[in-house]
């Protein structure tokens, strides 16, 4: 079992920055990937970064360019740097973790609210 806590989110003006964090506790060494998930009202969710155990990360063609994930491994965390923020980017945001055994993990999402 993982445990994942986010922390951060919350209300900016378009064209700022806020920073998601994820502390992953439980059989964090079976993890294989972290990343983040975001849903807006009405719409599907969807990958907007994730990392793997290597380094590897991948993003969603919205943000790249505006937000950086950065996994810390020894401390089992995920971070989310978020800037140049725009209207658009408002959502609930998740913590998302895969282990070995392709199990996948959530954590309770923290909220993103962009104002124009």
């Known amino acids: 079992q993982v445990q994942l806590v986010e922390s951060g989110g919350g209300l900016v003006q378009a064209g700022g920055s806020l920073r998601l964090s994820c502390a992953a506790s439980?059989?964090?060494?079976?993890?294989?990937?972290m990343g983040w998930y975001r849903q807006a009202p009405g719409k599907q969710r969807e990958l907007v970064a994730i990392?793997?155990?290597?380094?590897?990360?991948n993003y969603a063609d919205s943000v790249k360019g505006r937000f950086t994930i950065s996994r810390d491994n020894a401390k089992n965390t995920v971070s989310l740097e978020m800037n140049s923020l725009k209207p658009e980017d408002t959502a609930v945001f998740s913590c998302?973790?895969?282990?070995?055994?392709?199990?996948?993990?959530w954590g309770q999402g923290t909220q993103v609210t962009v104002s124009s």
């Open positions: 998302y973790a895969v282990t070995i055994w392709n199990r996948s993990y």
């Open positions: 439980g059989s964090t060494s079976s993890i294989i990937a």
């Open positions: 990392t793997n155990s290597g380094g590897r990360t």
